[in-house]
C-alpha cells in the first residue's frame, strides 16, 4: 500500500497565494495521472486540475489561468500553486493518484485510485 501525504494548507487573505504538495511513499512508481479535487461544506467534491504521466494539465473552468499543477518525478510528489485565491475557493483539498506501481520487495503491484487525507484551504479576511 502506498500514502498520499498532502501539505500547504491553510489560512490566506483573499487575493493571496498557496502552494499545496502531494507526495507518495519512497516505494511507489510509474505514476501515472494525478489530481486534484475539493470539497466544500454541502457541495459535491469536484476537479480542480489534474496532470498525466506525459504532464499534459487539465484544469476546470473556474482554476484556469489562477492555479498551476505539476509534479516532480523524482520525488513523487504533485504541486499546485493557487494564486489570486477567492473566499469561494475554500475547501478541502484532496490528491488523488488513478494508477501506480509499488515495490513489495519481490514484485511490482499496481494499486488504483488512491486518495490523500486532504488539506484545509480557507480564504477569508
Known amino acids: 500500500q502506498v500514502q498520499l501525504v498532502e501539505s500547504g494548507g491553510g489560512l490566506v487573505l483573499p487575493g493571496g497565494s498557496l502552494r499545496l504538495s502531494c507526495a507518495a511513499s519512497?516505494?511507489?512508481?510509474?505514476?501515472?495521472?494525478m489530481g486534484w479535487y475539493r470539497q466544500s461544506p454541502g457541495k459535491q467534491r469536484e476537479l480542480v486540475a489534474t496532470i498525466t504521466i506525459s504532464g499534459s494539465t487539465k484544469y476546470a473552468d473556474s482554476m484556469k489561468g489562477r492555479f498551476t499543477i505539476s509534479r516532480d518525478y523524482t520525488k513523487n510528489t504533485m504541486y499546485l500553486q493557487m494564486n489570486s485565491l477567492k473566499p469561494e475557493d475554500t475547501a478541502v483539498y484532496y490528491c488523488?493518484?488513478?494508477?501506480?506501481?509499488?515495490?513489495?520487495?519481490?514484485?511490482?503491484?499496481?494499486?488504483?485510485?488512491?486518495w490523500g487525507q486532504g488539506t484545509q484551504v480557507t480564504v477569508s479576511a
Open positions: 488523488n493518484v488513478d494508477r501506480l506501481a509499488v515495490w513489495t520487495g519481490t514484485y511490482y503491484r499496481m494499486e488504483h485510485d488512491l
Open positions: 519512497g516505494s511507489a512508481s510509474s505514476i501515472n495521472t
